[in-house]
């Protein structure tokens, strides 16, 4: 509500909106999650599915969230309550903002263990760790961090406690400058470590690998991981870019901001592949390794550079800050909420979830330390999840993501009234029937295909 009251919460700039969802979109799924996903689905075929579903279904349902908020001008459920009264229909479609609010949250509690392997890589970076590495011990270094359970725990809780006190101090504006020059930083940075994997790995192996299409690699398991990964990547479905929009000025352009935010973000994850998968290959490794694929390929980068330990350092900074503004963006919904509803102050409100974030990410961080209560022996529809960590990701990532996109293309596509769509993007008629055929019919229905393949319901 707040929101909705102070006019002079705006971007100064469509820049800057651009900035700061570029900034909650980059993070630990560009550089962490794409490679291994990609490496774990075939390569090629995946690559060009998930660019497919990030233009075809990510930027038309970007369009609708940012919409939903500038129009709703509130927070994610509210501003979907006022929309769906606006036209008419039952507030029930406040849900749409609801599940967002959950998934951040759900994404958040493995998102932290993760950002803390980052974080403890940053010191392993200083103390020199990956000087004269060789697979073998890059290989080791990693499994004894994620088996030693004090270690997670503590970087976790580092990770929460930072995350808890910049949220809880409002830092957000001091935050979003600094993004504004750390994230061209990071994308110079990533160029540098894709040269050097080009010189020293096998280029030619991991281009092919990854942009031609092998469909014989690709599963309905692989589909699906594709359309999670592309509304993941985007941060849809997380109740961030309703709240985004929310403070985007009225004569803004939408399409031009989401068609930029979504290239900014492909570019991204496409150069991490590229800085990566020669390493993969030219070292003998293994495209599909799973979630320790950057953590056993870009120190092997590192130390065939000059100045390995800087360099590695600055890497390993940037990426913990990525993974940070993410980290930052996700539980400022949950606190907001709090805040708003529960009449709590904002450090009170910032200390709960960050308790309840931390309890939950236990979870996560006993599951891969190997404790037997975290493992787990599930089918679910034809996906083995083996532990909390592949549960939660599962869960969130490919299942309440795409459902959360489904609604907002359904909630903007056919329950909003024509006009006012209309009137919020403000696009040329071809243009806006194209963006409405992506909500009401293309997104829709490439989401329910995908979960009725999944079922086993239909076969292609
Ligand atoms: N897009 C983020 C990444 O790629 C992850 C993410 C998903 C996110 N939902 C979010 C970040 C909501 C901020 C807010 O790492």
Not at 89 to 101: D, E, K, P, Y
Not at 177 to 185: D, E, F, G, S
Not at 354 to 378: E, I, N, P, Y
Request: proline share 3%; glycine share 10%.
């Amino acid at each position: 509500m707040t929101i909705e009251r102070s006019t002079n919460n705006r971007w100064s700039s469509n820049f800057s909106f651009v900035l700061a969802a570029t900034a909650a979109a980059v993070g630990l799924g560009n550089i962490w999650k794409f490679p291994y996903i990609m490496g774990e689905n075939g390569g090629g075929a995946f690559v060009l599915l998930y660019l497919l579903f990030i233009f075809l279904i990510g930027v038309p349902v970007l369009m609708a969230e940012v919409l939903i908020g500038r129009r709703g001008r509130n927070s994610p459920g509210y501003a979907a309550a006022k929309l769906a009264r606006e036209s008419g229909v039952s507030s029930a479609w406040q849900i749409t903002g609801w599940m967002g609010l959950s998934a951040g949250f759900i994404i958040l509690t493995f998102y932290a263990v993760i950002a803390g392997w980052a974080l403890s890589y940053v010191i392993k970076s200083v103390s020199g760790t990956f000087v004269g590495a060789t697979p073998e011990t890059v290989s080791a270094t990693f499994g004894a961090m994620v088996s030693s359970a004090p270690e997670l725990l503590l970087f976790t809780t580092l990770l929460i406690v930072s995350t808890v006190v910049v949220v809880g101090k409002g830092f957000k504006n001091g935050l979003e400058r600094a993004v504004t020059y750390l994230m061209p930083l990071l994308l110079g940075l990533l160029v540098i470590i894709a040269l050097y994997a080009a010189h020293i790995g096998d280029f030619a192996t991991a281009f092919k690998f990854m942009f031609y299409p092998n469909f014989s690699a690709l599963t309905t398991q692989g589909a699906l991981i594709a359309l999670g990964h592309a509304f993941f990547t985007l941060s849809l479905a997380s109740g961030v870019m309703i709240i985004y929009g929310a403070y985007l000025p009225k004569g803004a352009s939408i399409v031009r901001t989401s068609i930029w935010i979504a290239l900014a973000d492909t570019l991204v994850a496409l150069i991490a592949g590229l800085a990566i998968f020669p390493i993969v290959f030219g070292f003998g490794l293994t495209p599909g390794e799973g979630p320790g694929l950057i953590f056993q390929t870009l120190p092997l980068a590192f130390a065939n550079m000059p100045f390995t330990n800087l360099i590695s350092t600055l890497f390993f900074v940037m990426l913990v800050l990525a993974a940070f503004t993410s980290a930052i963006a996700m539980i400022e919904a949950s606190v907001a909420f709090a805040e708003e509803k529960l009449r709590i102050s904002r450090w009170k409100a910032a200390i709960t979830s960050g308790a309840v974030l931390w309890v939950l990410s236990l979870g996560t961080v006993f599951s891969l330390s190997g404790a037997g209560w975290a493992q787990l022996d599930w089918n679910f529809f034809g996906k083995e999840l083996d532990s909390i960590f592949a549960a939660i990701d599962h869960l969130a990532s490919n299942i309440l993501l795409p459902l959360g996109g489904f609604m907002a293309a359904v909630f903007t596509g056919w329950v909003m009234k024509r006009h006012f769509t209309e009137e919020e993007l403000n696009m040329s008629k071809k243009g806006y029937a194209v963006w409405r055929f992506c909500v009401r019919y293309l997104a829709p229905i490439a989401i329910i295909c995908i979960f009725l393949q999944l079922l086993g319901i239909i076969n292609f």
